[in-house]
Structure formats: C-alpha cells, structure tokens
C-alpha cells in the first residue's frame, strides 16, 4: 500500500489519523512530518555550489522590517573545528559533522549603515536583540528545510552558547553579533527515529490560549512515547527518586532544574550594553 500523509501524521504523533490518508507521503509536507536531526555522518561531502545555494536559499526568508540582521558562520578551517571540538567535547557529531555553521543574530549591521548614513540607531536593547534572534532561527530553518529537500541532514546545535565567550573569541564575533545556534550538515549512514511529537490540538490554540487539559495530555503524551521509545536512564535518581513509568515530561523537568548557558545572558548583556 503506498504510504500517505497519515501515515508520516502517525508516525509523528502516535495517534492514529484520517488526516491526509487520501494524499501520498509526497512533497514538503511528508518532508517536515519526517524529519530528523542526525548525528551520524557518512563519508559523503557536501557539494560547494550546492551549499552556496542552500545559504542563497536561507537567506531569501522574510526578514524582520527588511531588516537582515543575522549573520551565518561558515567554520571550515580544520583548527577552529578542533577547538570546536575541545571546546564542546560531549558533542562528538560537531567534529564529525562535513559542514558546520553558526547562525548568529547580528545587531551590528543596522547600526553602522545608521553611523554610515548619519542617524541614530534609537530601538530598545532588548527589542534589538529580539529582533536579529528571530531571524537568524528562521534562516537557520529554511536553511534545514532547503537542505532536507536535497537529502542533506542536519542537527541543530545551541551548545555553542554554554562556551559562549571562547567561540565568539575565535569566530572573531563583534559587538552585537551572537551565536542563535550552530548548525552541523552532512549526509546520512543511517535514520534515527522520528521524534514524537506534542499533538497539534496541545500546541495549536483556537481563538484564546487554552490548556485546561494539561495534565491529561502531558500524561498521554509521555505514554505514547514511552512506548515508542522509553527513556531507559532516569535523571537525578539522587535528587528526585526513581519513578515508575518515568516518561518525556519527568526527563524535561528534571533536565530544566539547573540553570544553562549562564554565561551567556552576561554575554548578551556584555555585547548589547544592557
Ligand atoms: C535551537 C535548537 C538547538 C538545539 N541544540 C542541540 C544541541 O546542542 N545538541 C544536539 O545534539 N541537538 C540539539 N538540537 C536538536 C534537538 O535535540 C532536536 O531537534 C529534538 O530532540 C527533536 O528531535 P528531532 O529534530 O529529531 O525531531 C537543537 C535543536 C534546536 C531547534
């Protein structure tokens, strides 16, 4: 039986639809529905030209005012990836990976073509590093969604801000530009599983924001996955117990409880003068 859009629906979800049953797992929306982050590489290089299409292609989202302020680092030099690699060693996918990127927000442009032109750049901080993080993650999504449609894979990477001040040193990053998310690309050895996903009706609001049914959702949700794919070690057992039928919801929690990427708020605070 040919696959369909409800099938891909699924598989997401792990709820059974009618939803796009008449229609073939065809197109950019069977692409998205199966999507994957990989850190897993095959031997296959990345095509030049084809990357340079692909940054072409991230770089015609909608922008913010006409605005453009991001910026996208292409590390290729072996030294830099090395340090990438020091500097994030957990991470072996980063080193490994045939291309890294680092999508960055870029509050730096605007302002000069202000001094350039003789005005006063006059926004709010805060408003002024909203704005270049809002459309760095969106380059950084057409971005995977160009190269998806080409049979790349890629994983996002926001681990670059926890050393945040070392990898700005050594991408040479000015005042007002800063890492959003690094970016590893490459071709596929094997596909990992589709990570299941919150069901539209949890997500998607009609009308006003409304989460009356939380808990039941989060518990179906985490049952769902489970088992899909249990999570077989348990966070913090010392801290929290172990608990029974420990699922997505226990795991987030439990993972959210530290503070991350301390360093980064002073860096953004450091860059922007805030
Ligand atoms: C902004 C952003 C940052 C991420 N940072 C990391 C990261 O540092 N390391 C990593 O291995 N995956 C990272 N990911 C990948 C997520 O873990 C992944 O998207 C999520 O688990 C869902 O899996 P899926 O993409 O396969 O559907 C990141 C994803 C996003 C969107």
Redesign the pocket.
Known sequence: MTETLADLYEARFGEATELGRDRPAEGEIARQLA?????RWSDKSVDPDLLQLLFAAALSIPTKSDLMQYAILHVTEQAKKDRLAEL?PS?T?IADAPEFLVFCGDGRRIRKVCEYRGTHFAHEELDSFFNPTVDA?LA?SAFIRAAEAEGLVT??????REPVEEISAMLELPERVFP???LCIGYPDWE????L?LPPRVMVHKDRYDDSNFETEIDGYDERRAKRNPIRRQREVEKYGEREGYGWSDDKSRQVSHLERGGFVNYVNKSFGI
């Open positions: 999507h994957r982050s990989h850190r994030i991470m996918w993650a950084m994983c996002p990477i926001s681990a670059v959003v998310a690094g990992p599983w589709v990570s996903r």
